[in-house]
């Protein structure tokens, strides 16, 4: 581990290496500083420190601190991550990673579904971008291409992996027909401004948890528009708003049975105000609140306002 000793909101530093110091956890928060895998504006290895900005009452939640990775040796890296999320799943914490750059998704995946089984995860994946691309640079490992490397080895299934938010001119032809040959489901921009969110998401969820035993939650904040995360490597005009995210997110986690959360693409070189990290930090929030209420017994529509500040 490296870095700075604080934690995200202040909550007790584990230790990945010796599984007591987490064991009977509910949440463990990772950080991967990895950006080695860019093909634009890099910075995103500073993004797990920036949304551990500074507790909670119903969730055992603990910091593992940062992976040691290395933006330079992609398979080692991303074998090291790999690693650390397996070990978290296995003693029944969910884990939520902080990236680091969407590379990352790849391992974070993996990981949980060597603890619930190859193809018993689903994917909820909140991006601008697709990220099914074949390679990039001559690299199989790269923020392009986490999507297409998880289906292909089985650890999720291209039939129960959702997109949201998909916009711009990329990916190219091939790689469209090869996105429909997996069966994957991309809720783009105009789609969701036509139906509505909320209906994308009624569609999603119920694809997610069909025939399937657990979520995994993937959020790139390059799906919301710039003008509000503008901290980030491959910003893409025409997004969701940081409103929207939030509400989706919180959905996400109540509604869905998440056994594991990645935020990326958080660059503080390129945030101005720490807009971009506040959100990133918020998303997790999100989640976590979200998970404590499906946890406890009080019913809750997700998309109403909490009457009793909670």
Do not use: K
Not at 195 to 206: H, I, K, P
Not at 242 to 257: F, I, K, S, W
Request: with cysteine.
């Amino acid at each position: 581990m490296y870095g700075p000793d604080i934690t995200f909101l202040g909550v007790r530093r584990c230790d990945l290496t010796n599984v007591d110091t987490y064991a009977g956890a509910d949440v463990v928060i990772v950080g991967a500083p990895f950006d080695g895998g860019t093909s634009y504006r890099a910075g995103a290895r500073f993004g797990p420190m920036a949304m551990r900005v500074d507790a909670l009452r119903d969730l055992i939640v603990l910091d593992a601190g940062d992976v040691e990775m290395y933006s330079g040796d992609a398979v080692r890296s991303i074998a090291a991550l790999e690693q650390a999320v397996a070990a978290v799943a296995a003693q029944g914490a969910i884990p939520i990673v902080l990236g680091g750059d969407h590379t990352i998704a790849l391992p974070d995946a993996t990981g949980v579904a060597r603890h619930l089984g190859f193809g018993r995860v689903s994917l909820v994946h909140f991006d601008a971008h697709a990220d099914t691309g074949e390679s990039a640079f001559g690299s199989l490992y790269g923020h392009g291409q986490p999507m297409r490397r998880l289906i292909e080895s089985g650890a999720v299934r291209g039939d129960r992996f959702l997109q949201i938010g998909l916009r711009g001119y990329w990916p190219e032809p091939p790689t469209l027909e090869w996105m429909a040959g997996q069966r994957m489901r991309s809720y783009e921009m105009t789609e969701i401004v036509a139906r509505g969110l909320d209906a994308c998401l009624d569609e999603a969820f119920a694809i997610a948890v069909d025939d399937c035993d657990g979520v995994f939650l993937s959020i790139d904040v390059d799906v919301v528009d710039p003008g509000m995360a503008p901290g980030t490597g491959t910003p893409e005009p025409g997004g969701l708003t940081a409103r929207q995210l939030l509400d989706a997110v919180r959905r996400c986690a109540y509604e869905l049975p998440v056994v594991g959360v990645d935020v990326v693409e958080v660059a503080p070189p390129y945030d101005h105000a720490d807009i971009t990290a506040l959100l990133g930090n918020r998303v997790v929030l999100e989640v976590l609140s979200a998970i404590a209420r499906r946890r406890g017994d009080v019913p809750w529509d997700p998309r109403q306002p909490l009457l009793d500040g909670r």
